[in-house]
């Protein structure tokens, strides 16, 4: 239960080291934005620097042209090409108007956006000789998201989550959506009552199928004793196992379920 993370933080490229330093060095569990770059610069890691690349740039300058297509705005209006944007109805902005309960939980317009190269995140769980599990996660988040989003990287118990009593797991694809589950956390729980690594991992996915079905996702669950599997949803998975009486790293390969049951 000790948990360090950061989000929206520019500058410092090594955003899980500054996570850990987060963990060790402070009684908070997150820092955000340009005060979690001070305080990474400021225990040591390297920064301020320019974390654009090329190819980032020339995708950006791409999608300028293209007016700012597509993007992660819903219902809106934009007074230029890419912005800025204001409410299509102004009624929106208005007090006590409740969300229509028959689409509320079932908008499809994110999960388009993510596919295997729209997105970088890496988890990874890790046991030790004495039994001691830990997790991480690192990501640059979505391509072309809105300044200012995070998504479920820094969420502990939706992109990761670990108890040294029960085991691990891992999570990527469109954290917009899978955070609202705290997938992670579901499986860890459903592995402390009793539930093996698969069932738990096709669990959590397939709660969050119900609600939306086209979403894209994937879990891998490990217990205490190695014992893995891996869930996914509208895209196959693979994830990769190293133990010490391995000779090399071994890659599963994971089926999406026809549906959710």
Known sequence: MEV???????????GI??????????????????QASIFAISMGLPGPKNLSSEDSIEKWKNWKKNKCQPNF???????????????????????????????????????????????????????????????????????????????????????????????????????????????????IESM??????KLAAQDAIARIARKYPDFVGAIFAVNKNGVHAGACHGWTFQYSVRSPDMADVEVYTVIPEMAAE
């Open 192 to 197: 402390r009552l009793g539930m093996e690594p």
């Open 73 to 187: 705005r819903k219902n809106v209006m934009p007074i230029d090409d890419c912005g800025p944007y204001r409410p299509e109805s102004s009624n929106n902005l208005g007090g006590g108007i409740c969300l229509n309960p028959k689409t509320t939980g079932f908008d499809e317009s994110g999960s388009s956006l993510f596919n295997l190269h729209s997105h970088d995140t890496i988890s990874l769980a890790v046991i030790d000789k004495l039994g001691h599990i830990a997790v991480g996660t690192s990501t640059n988040g979505a391509t072309f998201k809105i300044p200012g989003r995070v998504g479920d990287g820094p969420i502990a118990g939706s992109s990761a989550y670990a108890d040294t009593d029960v085991g691990a797991c891992g999570a990527t694809g469109d954290g917009d959506i899978m955070m609202r589950f705290l997938p992670c956390y579901q499986v």
């Open 4 to 14: 360090g993370a950061v989000a929206a933080m520019r500058y410092v490229s090594d």
């Open 17 to 34: 080291k500054a996570a850990r330093l987060v963990m060790q060095h402070t009684k908070h569990t997150m820092l955000v934005g340009e």
